[in-house]
């Protein structure tokens, strides 16, 4: 069975400092995979997404970046937090391109800038 | 414009009864998935049910169950005998031709003991 792995669970950061989150997934070969934010009591905005090895989607302009060095591998970096980078944070899987598979959410990870 | 709309910021039901939380969907494509997911206090997002565009049954998975009217474009997801664990966030999202989905601002389900 498919299984997503993020880490770290929780992160408290200083603002200015570097970040990097990591997501991975075991069981299926190929998959489309999400970065996704989720401010406080608020819906989910699309980060980036990757549909391939070093095929990356940035949806919003930001001084956040992601990179896919492995098929099941995605990771969500920054070279200098901001405040407004606060939230939960989340990765997903999909398989390619039909329209019935769903996303498979990981555990997600609640990052504080202060 | 939005792509998927939930007007109900926030929901009350009284346990043992049914709720109805609305989505409604904007698009132009012929072929389109909907998704609801359910988000506890945990933060983690669990899938409940999806609806095909061409699918002519509403679908169901046990005591959840999607309204579609395509016409209307709505996907409303009903759920019956609530129970108390079904307090949670609730969003409807929609998957296009492509890779995107498109989640709407969701709906904070609160069942009532």
């Known amino acids: 069975s498919q299984t997503i792995h993020q880490w770290p669970a929780t992160l408290v950061q200083p603002v200015g400092s570097p970040l990097s989150l990591e997501c991975t997934v075991e069981g299926t070969s190929n998959p489309n995979l999400y970065w996704y934010r989720q401010a406080a009591g608020r819906g989910l905005q699309l980060l980036f997404y990757?549909?391939?090895?070093?095929?990356i989607s940035s949806e919003v302009p930001q001084n956040l970046s992601a990179s896919r060095p492995q098929d099941r591998q995605f990771i969500l970096s920054s070279k200098k937090l901001l405040l407004s980078d606060s939230g939960f944070y989340l990765c997903?899987?999909?398989?390619?391109?039909?329209?019935?598979?769903?996303?498979?959410f990981g555990p997600g990870t609640r990052l504080t800038v202060l | 414009a939005q792509k998927i709309t939930q007007t109900q910021p926030g929901m009350f039901v009284q346990e043992k009864e049914a709720v109805t939380l609305d989505c409604t969907y904007d698009t132009s494509d012929p072929s389109y998935g909907l998704f609801w997911y359910k988000q506890p206090s945990s933060g983690e997002m669990i899938f409940l049910i999806y609806?095909?565009?061409?699918?002519?049954q509403n679908a169901t998975e046990g005591r959840y169950s999607l309204n579609f009217q395509k016409a209307r474009k709505s996907a409303n997801l009903v759920i019956s005998a609530s129970q108390l664990g079904d307090s949670a966030m609730y969003f409807c999202?929609?998957?296009?031709?492509?890779?995107?989905?498109?989640f709407g601002t969701g709906t904070s389900l609160t069942v009532i003991p």
């Open positions: 609806q095909g565009s061409y699918d002519q």
């Open positions: 999202a929609m998957r296009e031709g492509g890779n995107q989905f498109y």
């Open positions: 997903a899987w999909s398989v390619n391109s039909l329209l019935t598979d769903t996303q498979y």
């Open positions: 990757s549909v391939g090895i070093g095929q």
